[in-house]
C-alpha cells in the first residue's frame, strides 16, 4: 500500500508538472524538496507539447553542454537536444544566500569531485565547501542539495552560481567576493600601486594579514618549495607578469597557470585567510619535474629555484636569445668562461727526450660566453680540529671574498666532466643577481654541511670595487649596486633541518621572517647572522 501510494504522489506530480507546461503564461509552483519558499519561475517559452517530465539535460551546466556538442559528432539527434535545452533562469532573489559559510571555503586544492574524483564541470558547495560534479538531475551536486539541504553552488570554471535543485542562476552582487577569492584578479593600476601599498587586510576570523606576506603551509617536507615561492615573490617584474593572466593566457603549461594562480593567491587583498596552500602548484611540479621534486620528500631549494626559472622559461616560449622570456628579463647574466685543459703527449713526443716529463704538454685554452640565471659560491674549508675550550669556532668569511672566483684571474680547478683550471670573469650582470653558497658536499658516504659564516651587506652590494666588469656601451650607465631583497637559510644537520626565508617589504622597506606559516618582522641586523644559502640582489636603477 506505501509503494502504491508513492506511485500516486508521483504520478500527480508528473499531472501537475505538465498541466503547467500547458499553462501560456509564466507561473509559480513548489519545488520538491526545496522547502516552504522553494518556488521556481516556469518561463512559458518551454515547447508546451513536450510530454511527461522534465528532461535529464535541463538542469546541465551550459558550457558543459556547449563543450561536449562541438566534441561531439554533430548528429542530427545532437542538434535536436542542444536545441530543447532550457534557458537558465537568472534571479537575484534567491532565499538561501544566508546559509552561504565563508569560513568554510577554501579554493587551493584541486578542483575534483569528491563523490567522483572527476575534475570536469565540479561545483562546491558555498554551505559545507565540498566539490561536486554537475548540476544535472543525476549529478553528485544535485543530490548533495537534496540530501544535506545545501542549496548554493558555485562552478569553478566559470564563477557562476545555481540554486539547486530549483537550477536557476544567482547574480547577487554580495557573491563577488567568493568569485575573487576564487579567481583573484587585480588591473594594470593595481598593480603598479602594490609596492606602495602599506595598508593590511583582515580575514575573516579577524587576524591581520600584508598582502605579499601570507604564510603557505607546509604540506609534508614542501618548505624548500615555500621559501622560493617566497623568495621569488619579491621579483616585480616577475610578479607583475604573473599578476596578469592575459599576459600568458596562450601558454597551456600547467605549471605556468598553476604558478600565476599562486602569485594572484598571495598578493590578494581580499583573501578570506591569512595564508596560502601551494597544493595545485605543487602538484604541477610533480608532474612537470617527472616526481624529481615532489610531496613528502626534502629537496635542494637552489636544485629547485634552478630547475623552476629554466622550466618556466621553456613553457613561456623563451629560446636562447637575450630577453625572450620575463625569466631571461630578470634573472639571465653572462660569464667569460676560460677553460685550461691539459693537453696529452703524442707517442712520438712520450719516446722522445727532449719532452720535460715534468710539464708534459703543457695546456689547452679555450674561451667562451656562458649565460648563467645564479652564480654559486664556494665556501673555504670549516677547521678540523677544536681551540682550547674544546669549542670549535665557526669561522667568517666577508663575501667579497668569495666573489673573487669571478674576478678573471681566480683559478678553480675542476675535475668534472674533465681535469681543467677554469677562470670566470663576468661580462653582463643581471637586474636581479641570485647567489647561492655551496654549504653541502656530498660523497659516496654521507653529506657535509660547511657552517661558514658569509658578511655581506643588506644594502649598497657594489660589485665593481671588488670584480672587474664590462664598460658601458654609449649613453649606458654602469648599474654595479644592489640591495638584497631575499635571503634563504638553512637550520639543522645536513639531510634534515629545515629552510626559512628573509624577505623584504619595499612599501616600507622591513625586513621579515618566514618559515611555512610563520609570518614575523625582523631587524635587518638578524638577516646578517645567519647561515645564508641563497640570495636575491635587485640592482639600483638610480646608481
Not at 391 to 409: C, M, R
Request: aromatic content about 10%; glycine content about 6%; charged content about 25%.
Amino acid at each position: 500500500s506505501l509503494s502504491l501510494s508513492l506511485c500516486a504522489v508521483w504520478g500527480g506530480g508528473r499531472a501537475l508538472m505538465k498541466r503547467s507546461r500547458d499553462h501560456e503564461s509564466a507561473e509559480l509552483l513548489p519545488i520538491q524538496n526545496g522547502g516552504e519558499d522553494g518556488f521556481a519561475k516556469r518561463s512559458h517559452a518551454e515547447d508546451p507539447a513536450s510530454p511527461g517530465p522534465l528532461p535529464l539535460f535541463a538542469y546541465a551546466d551550459d558550457e558543459e553542454e556547449e563543450r561536449s556538442f562541438f566534441n561531439n559528432v554533430r548528429s542530427p539527434t545532437t542538434i535536436s537536444q542542444a536545441s530543447q535545452r532550457r534557458e537558465t533562469e537568472v534571479r537575484r532573489d534567491c532565499p538561501y544566500l544566508d546559509t552561504v559559510n565563508r569560513q568554510v571555503l577554501d579554493f587551493d586544492f584541486e578542483k575534483f569531485c569528491s563523490v567522483s574524483l572527476s575534475n570536469l564541470n565540479v561545483y562546491a558547495c558555498l554551505v559545507c565547501g565540498k566539490y561536486f560534479q554537475g548540476r544535472g538531475r543525476n549529478s553528485h551536486a544535485y543530490t548533495h542539495s537534496l540530501e544535506a539541504g545545501h542549496h548554493v553552488f558555485i562552478n569553478l570554471l566559470t564563477e557562476k552560481i545555481y540554486c539547486l535543485p530549483d537550477g536557476y542562476e544567482v547574480n547577487d552582487p554580495s557573491l563577488d567576493d567568493i568569485r575573487h577569492v576564487l579567481n583573484p584578479r587585480f588591473t594594470r593600476e593595481q598593480v603598479r600601486q602594490l609596492d606602495k601599498n602599506k595598508q593590511w587586510s583582515r580575514a575573516l576570523d579577524g587576524s591581520d594579514y600584508l598582502p605579499g606576506m601570507v604564510g603557505l603551509n607546509n604540506i609534508k617536507e614542501t618548505d624548500f618549495v615555500n621559501v622560493t615561492i617566497q623568495s621569488l615573490m619579491r621579483i616585480t617584474p616577475l610578479r607583475d607578469f604573473f599578476l596578469i593572466p592575459e599576459n600568458y593566457q596562450n601558454f597551456k603549461s600547467p605549471l605556468v597557470q598553476r604558478f600565476g594562480e599562486l602569485t594572484r593567491k598571495i598578493w590578494h587583498p581580499r583573501n578570506f585567510k591569512g595564508q596560502v596552500s601551494p597544493h595545485e602548484f605543487l602538484q604541477a611540479v610533480m608532474v612537470a619535474s617527472k616526481k624529481r621534486f615532489r610531496i613528502g620528500v626534502q629537496s635542494d631549494p637552489v636544485e629547485f629555484m634552478s630547475w623552476l626559472l629554466n622550466t618556466l622559461h621553456v613553457d613561456l616560449g623563451g629560446s636562447k636569445k637575450l630577453n625572450s622570456s620575463v625569466i631571461f628579463k630578470c634573472f639571465q647574466g653572462e660569464l667569460e668562461v676560460v677553460k685550461e685543459i691539459q693537453r696529452k703527449l703524442t707517442v712520438n713526443e712520450k719516446l722522445s727526450n727532449d719532452v720535460d716529463k715534468s710539464d708534459p704538454g703543457g695546456f689547452e685554452r679555450e674561451v667562451s660566453r656562458m649565460p648563467f640565471l645564479m652564480l654559486g659560491l664556494d665556501l673555504p674549508p670549516p677547521p678540523l680540529f677544536k681551540d682550547v675550550m674544546e669549542k670549535n669556532i665557526i669561522p667568517q668569511v666577508p663575501l667579497f671574498n668569495i666573489l673573487k672566483k669571478f674576478d678573471g684571474e681566480t683559478v678553480t680547478e675542476v675535475v668534472r666532466p674533465q681535469i681543467a683550471r677554469m677562470r670566470y670573469c663576468v661580462t653582463r650582470l643581471p637586474q636581479y643577481l641570485i647567489l647561492h653558497m655551496r654549504r653541502f658536499t656530498k660523497n659516496n658516504f654521507f653529506v657535509e654541511k660547511n657552517p661558514t659564516l658569509v658578511n655581506f651587506p643588506v644594502k649598497n652590494l657594489e660589485l665593481k670595487d671588488y670584480i672587474p666588469l664590462p664598460s658601458p656601451q654609449g649613453s649606458e650607465k654602469l648599474r654595479s649596486k644592489y640591495d638584497l631583497i631575499a635571503n634563504a637559510v638553512h637550520d639543522g644537520k645536513p639531510g634534515e633541518g629545515c629552510y626559512r626565508v628573509f624577505v623584504q617589504r619595499k612599501s616600507e622597506e622591513i625586513w621579515y621572517e618566514m618559515q611555512d606559516l610563520h609570518v614575523a618582522e625582523t631587524l635587518p641586523q638578524m638577516v646578517a647572522l645567519s647561515e645564508a644559502y641563497m640570495q636575491i640582489y635587485e640592482q639600483q636603477q638610480g646608481s
